[in-house]
Protein backbone atom coordinates (compact mmCIF):
# COMPACT_ATOMS: atom_id res chain seq x y z
CA UNK A 1 0.00 0.00 0.00
CA UNK A 2 1.10 3.32 -0.80
CA UNK A 3 2.25 6.17 1.71
CA UNK A 4 -1.16 8.35 2.79
CA UNK A 5 -0.23 12.00 1.44
CA UNK A 6 -1.02 14.93 4.34
CA UNK A 7 -0.95 18.68 2.84
CA UNK A 8 -0.84 21.24 5.52
CA UNK A 9 -2.75 24.09 3.89
CA UNK A 10 -3.75 27.69 4.85
CA UNK A 11 -3.17 31.71 4.68
CA UNK A 12 0.16 33.20 4.13
CA UNK A 13 2.15 33.29 7.50
CA UNK A 14 0.17 31.38 9.78
CA UNK A 15 3.40 28.99 10.12
CA UNK A 16 2.84 26.05 7.31
CA UNK A 17 6.57 25.88 6.79
CA UNK A 18 7.31 26.08 10.53
CA UNK A 19 4.73 23.15 11.05
CA UNK A 20 6.30 21.03 8.00
CA UNK A 21 9.82 21.80 9.28
CA UNK A 22 8.66 20.22 12.39
CA UNK A 23 7.30 17.15 11.02
CA UNK A 24 9.44 16.58 8.61
CA UNK A 25 12.69 16.89 10.99
CA UNK A 26 14.63 19.41 9.78
CA UNK A 27 14.63 22.49 7.80
CA UNK A 28 13.92 22.11 3.97
CA UNK A 29 11.26 24.75 3.51
CA UNK A 30 12.27 28.64 3.69
CA UNK A 31 11.03 30.42 6.92
CA UNK A 32 10.70 34.18 7.15
CA UNK A 33 8.16 36.63 8.67
CA UNK A 34 7.00 37.29 5.47
CA UNK A 35 3.43 36.46 3.88
CA UNK A 36 4.27 34.31 0.82
CA UNK A 37 7.83 32.93 1.48
CA UNK A 38 6.85 29.65 0.44
CA UNK A 39 6.82 29.56 -3.62
CA UNK A 40 7.11 26.32 -4.52
CA UNK A 41 5.55 23.24 -2.49
CA UNK A 42 8.04 21.35 -0.72
CA UNK A 43 7.41 17.81 0.43
CA UNK A 44 9.29 15.02 2.58
CA UNK A 45 8.63 11.71 4.60
CA UNK A 46 7.40 11.86 7.63
CA UNK A 47 6.01 9.47 10.70
CA UNK A 48 3.97 9.17 13.74
CA UNK A 49 2.89 5.88 15.63
CA UNK A 50 4.31 3.52 12.74
CA UNK A 51 2.45 5.17 10.43
CA UNK A 52 4.18 7.04 7.20
CA UNK A 53 3.40 9.60 5.01
CA UNK A 54 4.01 11.84 2.46
CA UNK A 55 3.88 15.62 4.18
CA UNK A 56 3.17 18.63 1.75
CA UNK A 57 3.91 22.26 2.58
CA UNK A 58 2.10 24.62 0.45
CA UNK A 59 2.26 28.43 -0.45
CA UNK A 60 -0.41 29.56 1.71
CA UNK A 61 -4.11 30.45 0.19
CA UNK A 62 -5.46 34.08 -0.36
CA UNK A 63 -8.69 32.96 -1.84
CA UNK A 64 -9.08 36.04 -3.94
CA UNK A 65 -5.85 37.34 -5.01
CA UNK A 66 -5.17 39.04 -8.06
CA UNK A 67 -1.38 38.98 -7.52
CA UNK A 68 0.39 36.60 -9.87
CA UNK A 69 2.27 35.14 -7.35
CA UNK A 70 -0.62 34.46 -4.47
CA UNK A 71 -2.60 33.31 -7.56
CA UNK A 72 0.06 30.28 -8.34
CA UNK A 73 -0.04 29.63 -4.82
CA UNK A 74 -3.41 29.10 -4.58
CA UNK A 75 -3.49 26.72 -7.60
CA UNK A 76 -0.85 24.98 -6.33
CA UNK A 77 -2.37 24.50 -2.97
CA UNK A 78 -5.75 23.66 -5.03
CA UNK A 79 -3.45 20.71 -6.71
CA UNK A 80 -1.95 19.97 -3.29
CA UNK A 81 -5.92 19.54 -1.66
CA UNK A 82 -6.88 17.22 -4.64
CA UNK A 83 -3.81 15.11 -4.33
CA UNK A 84 -3.38 14.60 -0.65
CA UNK A 85 -5.54 12.19 1.43
CA UNK A 86 -6.08 14.38 4.77
CA UNK A 87 -5.52 18.09 4.44
CA UNK A 88 -3.82 19.66 7.97
CA UNK A 89 -5.82 23.44 8.02
CA UNK A 90 -3.85 25.55 9.77
CA UNK A 91 -5.11 28.38 11.33
CA UNK A 92 -3.18 31.79 13.47
CA UNK A 93 -4.36 32.18 17.11
CA UNK A 94 -2.49 35.55 17.51
CA UNK A 95 -4.36 36.88 14.16
CA UNK A 96 -7.28 35.57 15.15
CA UNK A 97 -10.35 34.21 12.32
CA UNK A 98 -10.14 36.17 9.46
CA UNK A 99 -12.65 36.19 6.05
CA UNK A 100 -10.14 34.31 3.98
CA UNK A 101 -9.68 31.23 6.59
CA UNK A 102 -13.94 31.08 6.07
CA UNK A 103 -12.62 30.92 2.14
CA UNK A 104 -10.30 28.25 2.43
CA UNK A 105 -12.69 26.54 4.73
CA UNK A 106 -14.99 26.83 2.02
CA UNK A 107 -12.51 25.14 -0.67
CA UNK A 108 -11.65 22.38 1.91
CA UNK A 109 -15.27 21.25 2.43
CA UNK A 110 -16.25 20.98 -1.37
CA UNK A 111 -13.11 18.62 -1.65
CA UNK A 112 -14.87 16.08 0.51
CA UNK A 113 -11.21 15.17 2.00
CA UNK A 114 -11.06 14.54 5.72
CA UNK A 115 -9.51 18.16 7.20
CA UNK A 116 -8.24 18.32 10.89
CA UNK A 117 -8.31 22.08 12.04
CA UNK A 118 -5.36 23.27 13.64
CA UNK A 119 -4.50 26.44 15.65
CA UNK A 120 -0.93 27.52 15.40
CA UNK A 121 1.10 29.75 18.11
CA UNK A 122 -0.89 28.82 20.83
CA UNK A 123 2.26 29.29 22.91
CA UNK A 124 0.60 29.56 26.64
CA UNK A 125 -2.24 26.53 26.42
CA UNK A 126 -3.70 28.07 29.38
CA UNK A 127 -3.96 31.75 28.48
CA UNK A 128 -4.17 31.56 24.83
CA UNK A 129 -6.91 28.35 25.00
CA UNK A 130 -9.78 30.40 25.28
CA UNK A 131 -8.98 32.22 22.00
CA UNK A 132 -9.33 28.76 19.89
CA UNK A 133 -13.25 28.94 20.42
CA UNK A 134 -13.73 31.64 17.76
CA UNK A 135 -12.41 29.20 15.45
CA UNK A 136 -15.65 26.22 15.95
CA UNK A 137 -16.89 29.05 13.45
CA UNK A 138 -15.44 27.32 10.69
CA UNK A 139 -17.45 24.50 10.42
CA UNK A 140 -14.83 21.96 10.85
CA UNK A 141 -14.89 19.99 13.95
CA UNK A 142 -12.93 20.49 17.35
CA UNK A 143 -9.89 22.86 17.16
CA UNK A 144 -6.60 21.46 17.71
CA UNK A 145 -4.45 23.87 19.31
CA UNK A 146 -0.28 23.69 18.94
CA UNK A 147 2.52 25.57 18.92
CA UNK A 148 4.95 24.24 15.74
CA UNK A 149 7.42 26.45 16.99
CA UNK A 150 7.60 25.32 20.91
CA UNK A 151 6.85 22.75 19.76
CA UNK A 152 3.41 22.07 22.00
CA UNK A 153 0.50 20.04 20.85
CA UNK A 154 1.83 17.64 18.29
CA UNK A 155 0.97 14.81 19.12
CA UNK A 156 -2.55 15.42 19.56
CA UNK A 157 -2.64 16.82 16.18
CA UNK A 158 -0.80 13.40 14.75
CA UNK A 159 -3.12 11.42 16.40
CA UNK A 160 -6.18 13.07 14.69
CA UNK A 161 -4.40 12.85 11.49
CA UNK A 162 -3.02 9.35 11.13
CA UNK A 163 -6.94 8.29 12.49
CA UNK A 164 -7.89 9.06 8.65
CA UNK A 165 -5.62 6.97 6.97
CA UNK A 166 -7.31 3.49 6.98
CA UNK A 167 -10.47 5.37 5.90
CA UNK A 168 -8.24 6.76 2.85
CA UNK A 169 -9.50 5.14 0.02
CA UNK A 170 -7.03 3.92 -2.74
CA UNK A 171 -7.88 1.32 -5.89
CA UNK A 172 -6.87 -2.03 -4.71
CA UNK A 173 -5.23 -4.65 -7.17
CA UNK A 174 -5.16 -8.21 -7.35
CA UNK A 175 -1.65 -9.30 -5.62
CA UNK A 176 -0.28 -10.71 -9.12
CA UNK A 177 -0.83 -7.56 -10.67
CA UNK A 178 2.70 -5.11 -11.34
CA UNK A 179 1.63 -1.40 -11.07
CA UNK A 180 3.88 0.70 -12.97
CA UNK A 181 4.52 4.15 -13.08
CA UNK A 182 5.70 6.11 -16.10
CA UNK A 183 7.72 8.87 -15.03
CA UNK A 184 9.59 11.53 -16.42
CA UNK A 185 9.35 15.38 -18.29
CA UNK A 186 6.72 16.15 -20.01
CA UNK A 187 6.46 15.01 -23.94
CA UNK A 188 8.94 12.66 -23.37
CA UNK A 189 6.70 10.10 -24.84
CA UNK A 190 5.03 8.84 -21.85
CA UNK A 191 1.54 8.79 -23.25
CA UNK A 192 2.71 7.64 -26.58
CA UNK A 193 4.28 4.23 -24.62
CA UNK A 194 1.03 3.60 -23.41
CA UNK A 195 -0.71 3.72 -26.26
CA UNK A 196 1.63 1.44 -28.62
CA UNK A 197 1.08 -1.01 -25.31
CA UNK A 198 -2.61 -0.31 -25.89
CA UNK A 199 -2.26 -0.15 -29.22
CA UNK A 200 -5.09 1.97 -29.34
CA UNK A 201 -5.16 5.92 -28.35
CA UNK A 202 -6.77 5.95 -24.96
CA UNK A 203 -4.34 8.67 -23.51
CA UNK A 204 -4.50 12.15 -24.95
CA UNK A 205 -0.67 12.43 -26.80
CA UNK A 206 -0.10 16.01 -27.71
CA UNK A 207 3.22 18.19 -28.56
CA UNK A 208 2.24 20.22 -25.65
CA UNK A 209 3.99 19.74 -22.80
CA UNK A 210 1.91 19.45 -19.56
CA UNK A 211 -1.57 17.57 -21.63
CA UNK A 212 -1.14 14.60 -19.13
CA UNK A 213 -2.94 16.16 -15.39
CA UNK A 214 -3.35 13.49 -13.61
CA UNK A 215 -1.73 9.79 -12.93
CA UNK A 216 -4.26 7.66 -15.46
CA UNK A 217 -4.02 4.17 -14.29
CA UNK A 218 -4.29 1.70 -17.59
CA UNK A 219 -5.05 -1.95 -16.74
CA UNK A 220 -2.66 -4.80 -19.41
CA UNK A 221 -2.86 -8.22 -19.92
CA UNK A 222 0.01 -9.48 -21.64
CA UNK A 223 -0.32 -13.92 -21.79
CA UNK A 224 -1.10 -14.35 -17.92
CA UNK A 225 0.81 -11.02 -16.57
CA UNK A 226 -1.29 -8.77 -15.49
CA UNK A 227 0.14 -4.51 -15.75
CA UNK A 228 -1.26 -1.55 -14.21
CA UNK A 229 0.66 1.37 -16.15
CA UNK A 230 0.00 4.50 -14.42
CA UNK A 231 0.90 7.76 -16.28
CA UNK A 232 1.38 10.88 -14.70
CA UNK A 233 1.74 14.41 -15.64
CA UNK A 234 5.31 14.92 -16.49
CA UNK A 235 8.10 17.39 -14.54
CA UNK A 236 9.58 20.18 -16.05
CA UNK A 237 12.13 22.60 -14.59
CA UNK A 238 11.01 25.55 -12.72
CA UNK A 239 12.92 28.16 -14.87
CA UNK A 240 10.96 26.09 -18.15
CA UNK A 241 7.87 26.59 -16.32
CA UNK A 242 4.90 27.81 -18.44
CA UNK A 243 1.77 26.69 -16.83
CA UNK A 244 1.10 26.81 -12.76
CA UNK A 245 -0.19 22.99 -13.41
CA UNK A 246 2.84 21.80 -14.46
CA UNK A 247 4.99 23.50 -11.57
CA UNK A 248 3.25 21.14 -9.16
CA UNK A 249 2.92 17.97 -10.94
CA UNK A 250 5.90 16.32 -8.64
CA UNK A 251 3.99 16.03 -5.80
CA UNK A 252 1.39 14.05 -7.96
CA UNK A 253 4.06 12.12 -9.79
CA UNK A 254 5.65 11.29 -6.13
CA UNK A 255 1.91 9.75 -5.38
CA UNK A 256 2.31 7.56 -8.41
CA UNK A 257 6.11 6.18 -7.51
CA UNK A 258 4.65 5.73 -4.09
CA UNK A 259 1.88 3.59 -5.83
CA UNK A 260 3.87 1.59 -8.04
CA UNK A 261 5.55 -1.22 -7.69
CA UNK A 262 8.48 -0.21 -10.48
CA UNK A 263 9.35 3.35 -12.17
CA UNK A 264 10.05 3.69 -15.58
CA UNK A 265 12.19 6.47 -16.27
CA UNK A 266 11.47 7.49 -19.76
CA UNK A 267 14.57 9.98 -21.29
CA UNK A 268 13.92 11.53 -24.31
CA UNK A 269 16.99 10.68 -26.79
CA UNK A 270 16.97 13.65 -28.61
CA UNK A 271 17.66 15.93 -25.43
CA UNK A 272 20.17 13.25 -23.48
CA UNK A 273 19.87 13.00 -19.84
CA UNK A 274 19.30 16.02 -18.45
CA UNK A 275 19.40 16.94 -14.49
CA UNK A 276 15.52 17.21 -14.25
CA UNK A 277 15.90 13.20 -14.69
CA UNK A 278 18.33 12.51 -12.20
CA UNK A 279 16.11 14.69 -10.29
CA UNK A 280 13.09 12.80 -11.05
CA UNK A 281 14.95 9.48 -11.39
CA UNK A 282 16.50 10.34 -7.39
CA UNK A 283 12.30 10.39 -6.46
CA UNK A 284 12.05 6.54 -7.30
CA UNK A 285 15.76 5.52 -5.85
CA UNK A 286 14.63 7.30 -2.49
CA UNK A 287 11.78 5.56 -2.02
CA UNK A 288 13.27 2.22 -2.87
CA UNK A 289 11.14 1.47 -6.01
CA UNK A 290 12.43 -1.01 -8.60
CA UNK A 291 13.72 0.66 -11.91
CA UNK A 292 14.36 0.87 -15.36
CA UNK A 293 15.98 3.35 -17.51
CA UNK A 294 14.24 4.13 -21.23
CA UNK A 295 15.59 5.89 -23.56
CA UNK A 296 12.41 7.06 -26.10
CA UNK A 297 12.42 8.10 -29.49
CA UNK A 298 15.85 6.20 -30.24
CA UNK A 299 14.52 6.19 -33.60
CA UNK A 300 15.37 9.80 -34.61
CA UNK A 301 19.07 9.58 -33.40
CA UNK A 302 21.55 9.19 -36.32
CA UNK A 303 23.52 6.41 -35.41
CA UNK A 304 26.83 4.37 -35.54
CA UNK A 305 28.55 1.59 -34.09
CA UNK A 306 29.50 3.80 -30.68
CA UNK A 307 26.29 5.70 -30.40
CA UNK A 308 24.58 3.93 -27.97
CA UNK A 309 27.27 3.10 -25.47
CA UNK A 310 28.27 6.51 -25.54
CA UNK A 311 24.61 7.76 -24.35
CA UNK A 312 25.72 4.54 -21.49
CA UNK A 313 28.46 5.84 -20.18
CA UNK A 314 25.76 9.39 -19.62
CA UNK A 315 23.81 7.72 -17.87
CA UNK A 316 25.73 5.74 -16.15
CA UNK A 317 28.09 9.04 -14.96
CA UNK A 318 24.78 10.83 -14.16
CA UNK A 319 22.86 8.34 -12.69
CA UNK A 320 25.57 6.94 -10.87
CA UNK A 321 23.83 6.28 -7.67
CA UNK A 322 21.45 3.93 -9.26
CA UNK A 323 24.36 1.05 -10.84
CA UNK A 324 21.66 -1.49 -10.89
CA UNK A 325 18.86 -0.02 -13.25
CA UNK A 326 18.88 -1.60 -16.36
CA UNK A 327 18.51 0.52 -19.39
CA UNK A 328 16.46 0.35 -22.95
CA UNK A 329 16.39 1.75 -26.35
CA UNK A 330 12.58 1.91 -27.69
CA UNK A 331 10.73 4.15 -29.79
CA UNK A 332 7.19 4.42 -28.84
CA UNK A 333 6.41 5.99 -31.85
CA UNK A 334 7.28 2.83 -34.11
CA UNK A 335 7.73 0.36 -31.36
CA UNK A 336 10.84 -0.75 -31.65
CA UNK A 337 11.73 -2.57 -28.96
CA UNK A 338 8.45 -2.00 -26.99
CA UNK A 339 7.81 -5.75 -26.23
CA UNK A 340 11.55 -6.00 -24.28
CA UNK A 341 9.90 -3.65 -21.80
CA UNK A 342 7.22 -6.58 -20.29
CA UNK A 343 10.09 -8.74 -19.68
CA UNK A 344 12.54 -6.56 -18.23
CA UNK A 345 9.83 -4.98 -16.01
CA UNK A 346 8.54 -8.36 -14.74
CA UNK A 347 12.51 -9.58 -13.73
CA UNK A 348 12.85 -6.17 -11.89
CA UNK A 349 9.22 -6.72 -10.19
CA UNK A 350 10.67 -10.27 -8.97
CA UNK A 351 13.99 -9.01 -7.82
CA UNK A 352 12.30 -6.41 -5.84
CA UNK A 353 10.50 -9.04 -3.77
CA UNK A 354 13.10 -11.82 -3.68
CA UNK A 355 14.13 -13.22 -0.65
CA UNK A 356 17.28 -14.61 0.34
CA UNK A 357 17.62 -17.55 3.26
CA UNK A 358 19.77 -16.11 6.69
CA UNK A 359 22.61 -19.11 5.46
CA UNK A 360 22.83 -18.46 2.02
CA UNK A 361 23.33 -14.34 2.94
CA UNK A 362 26.13 -15.55 5.25
CA UNK A 363 27.90 -17.46 3.35
CA UNK A 364 27.80 -14.31 0.68
CA UNK A 365 29.09 -12.50 4.17
CA UNK A 366 31.88 -14.84 5.11
CA UNK A 367 33.62 -15.46 1.70
CA UNK A 368 33.49 -11.55 1.19
CA UNK A 369 34.97 -10.55 4.22
CA UNK A 370 37.64 -13.47 3.67
CA UNK A 371 38.50 -12.06 0.42
CA UNK A 372 38.60 -8.24 1.72
CA UNK A 373 38.97 -7.81 5.34
CA UNK A 374 36.62 -5.30 7.28
CA UNK A 375 38.83 -1.63 7.48
CA UNK A 376 39.88 -0.62 10.93
CA UNK A 377 40.30 2.38 13.12
CA UNK A 378 42.70 3.37 15.77
CA UNK A 379 43.40 -0.69 15.87
CA UNK A 380 40.14 -1.96 16.31
CA UNK A 381 38.80 -3.70 13.44
CA UNK A 382 34.84 -3.62 12.37
CA UNK A 383 33.43 -7.03 13.20
CA UNK A 384 30.68 -8.34 11.10
CA UNK A 385 28.69 -11.31 13.04
CA UNK A 386 25.83 -11.84 10.57
CA UNK A 387 23.62 -10.83 8.16
CA UNK A 388 19.74 -11.72 7.55
CA UNK A 389 17.34 -10.35 5.53
CA UNK A 390 14.09 -8.03 7.14
CA UNK A 391 11.61 -6.81 4.24
CA UNK A 392 11.34 -6.88 0.37
CA UNK A 393 10.34 -4.01 -1.75
CA UNK A 394 13.10 -2.85 -1.70
CA UNK A 395 15.37 -5.96 -0.61
CA UNK A 396 16.27 -5.01 3.10
CA UNK A 397 18.81 -6.37 5.08
CA UNK A 398 20.40 -5.80 8.82
CA UNK A 399 23.79 -6.38 9.45
CA UNK A 400 24.92 -7.12 12.82
CA UNK A 401 28.81 -5.53 13.93
CA UNK A 402 30.80 -4.69 17.07
CA UNK A 403 30.73 -1.01 16.24
CA UNK A 404 28.48 1.10 13.69
CA UNK A 405 30.80 3.94 14.01
CA UNK A 406 33.58 1.56 11.97
CA UNK A 407 31.67 0.57 9.14
CA UNK A 408 32.45 3.08 6.43
CA UNK A 409 29.86 3.16 3.52
CA UNK A 410 32.59 1.84 0.95
CA UNK A 411 32.78 -1.31 2.71
CA UNK A 412 28.69 -1.08 3.10
CA UNK A 413 28.96 -0.78 -1.31
CA UNK A 414 31.52 -4.04 -1.56
CA UNK A 415 29.34 -6.07 0.31
CA UNK A 416 26.49 -4.79 -1.74
CA UNK A 417 28.33 -5.47 -4.68
CA UNK A 418 28.96 -9.51 -3.53
CA UNK A 419 24.83 -9.79 -3.16
CA UNK A 420 25.01 -8.77 -6.22
CA UNK A 421 27.49 -10.73 -7.73
CA UNK A 422 25.70 -14.07 -6.08
CA UNK A 423 21.96 -12.94 -5.81
CA UNK A 424 21.57 -10.82 -9.27
CA UNK A 425 18.94 -7.82 -7.68
CA UNK A 426 18.71 -6.38 -11.20
CA UNK A 427 16.51 -3.29 -11.11
CA UNK A 428 15.77 -3.23 -7.36
CA UNK A 429 18.26 -1.20 -4.89
CA UNK A 430 19.00 -2.99 -1.28
CA UNK A 431 18.84 -1.04 2.45
CA UNK A 432 21.50 -1.92 4.80
CA UNK A 433 20.57 -1.45 8.21
CA UNK A 434 23.69 -1.81 10.29
CA UNK A 435 22.93 -2.57 14.29
CA UNK A 436 25.74 -3.53 17.55
CA UNK A 437 25.15 -6.46 18.53
CA UNK A 438 24.61 -5.29 22.20
CA UNK A 439 21.10 -3.84 20.95
CA UNK A 440 22.73 -0.38 20.59
CA UNK A 441 21.63 0.23 16.61
Known sequence: MSKPIVAIVGRPNVGKSTLFNRLAGERIAIVEDTPGVTRDRIYAEAEWLNHKFTLIDTGGIEPNAEDIILKQMRRQAEIAIETSDVIIFLVDVKQGLTDSDHEVANMLRKSQKPVVLVVNKVDNMVKDNMDIYEFYNLGLGDPIPISAAQPLGLGDMLDEVVKYFDKTEETNYEDEVIKVAIIGKPNVGKSSLINKILGEERVIVSDIPGTTRDAIDTPVTIGEDKFVFIDTAGIRRKNKVKEDIEKYSIVRTVAAIERADVSVLLI?????????????????????????????????????????????????????????????????????????????????????????????????LYEAMAMNQPPSDKGKRLKIYYMTQVGIKPPSFVLFVNDRELMHFSYKRYIENQLREAFGFKGTPLHFIVREKRGKE
Do not use: C
Request: positive net charge.
Open 268 to 364: DAEEGITEQDTKIAGIAHERGKASIIVVNKWDKIEKDDKTMNKYLKDIEFKLSYMPYAPKLFISALTGQRVHKLFEMIKIVSQNHSLRISTGLLNEV
